[in-house]
């Protein structure tokens, strides 16, 4: 399991290195050319994850549809599944601390 990230001044990338271990970004500028291409990234996806989920239910919902083909079609699910919490960790973690997390962090 990953560790808890904070809210801070560094940015988790859409994308890990070779190893697997996260990337961050930290910049003054979060509309640099670094941080493009992450939102880039990160809307091909989610558009992505739109089409593995259409594709997923007219496999899944289809009584006919092969074991292979249902098996395929859930690794599908769990990595767009994991490309998107990835995603909404990453602008949670850019989101302003509320009032009450300011509180917290007292």
Known sequence: MERVRE?????????KTESGKECLLSTDDPAGPLSRIADALEEK????????LEAAISTL???LSPRSEIE???RRLVEV???VM????SRRLRLPATASQRAEDK
């Open 7 to 15: 809210r801070g001044d560094t940015r988790l990338l859409p994308w």
């Open 45 to 52: 996806q989610i558009e992505a994850a739109g089409h593995v």
């Open 86 to 89: 990835r995603i909404a960790e």
């Open 81 to 83: 599944l994991a490309d």
């Open 61 to 63: 919902t289809n009584p």
């Open 72 to 74: 395929y079609m859930s």
